[in-house]
């Protein structure tokens, strides 16, 4: 069974910096979709970055670009979000998530993130 577990969030001002991780563990083959995405209180969920892991093209939301680095370590098949210059409107939970052909999409349970002014 896949799992998808995130880690990282945390508390921090603006301007400041958090590293967020996603640990994918079970799969049996490689997801050719990985992604970070975010959901504040009382918004739809948006896709904060894309991965096609065929071509290795990493498409950003605008809203981020510039600020957080999306990066994968295949030997440890771990995902980080690195964010810089944190907003207090990138406030959110944060998933993960990877798709694959036979498995479809799997999902973490979430890290929370919260920017202060």
């Known amino acids: 069974q896949v799992q998808l577990v995130e880690s990282g969030g945390g508390s921090v001002q603006a301007g400041g910096s958090l590293m967020l991780s996603c640990k994918i563990s079970?799969?049996?083959?490689?997801?050719?979709?990985m992604g970070w995405f975010r959901q504040a209180p009382g918004k739809e969920r948006e896709r904060v970055v894309g991965?096609?892991?065929?071509?290795?093209?990493?498409d950003y939301a605008d809203s981020v670009k510039g600020r957080f680095t999306a990066s994968q370590d295949n030997t440890r098949n771990t995902l980080y979000l690195e964010m810089n210059t944190l907003k207090t409107e990138d406030t959110a939970m944060y998933y993960c998530?990877?798709?694959?052909?036979?498995?479809?999409?799997?999902w973490g349970q979430g890290t929370q993130v919260t920017v202060s002014s």
């Open positions: 079970g799969a049996s083959s490689s997801p050719y979709y």
């Open positions: 991965i096609n892991t065929g071509n290795g093209a990493i």
């Open positions: 998530a990877a798709f694959f052909s036979l498995a479809g999409q799997i």
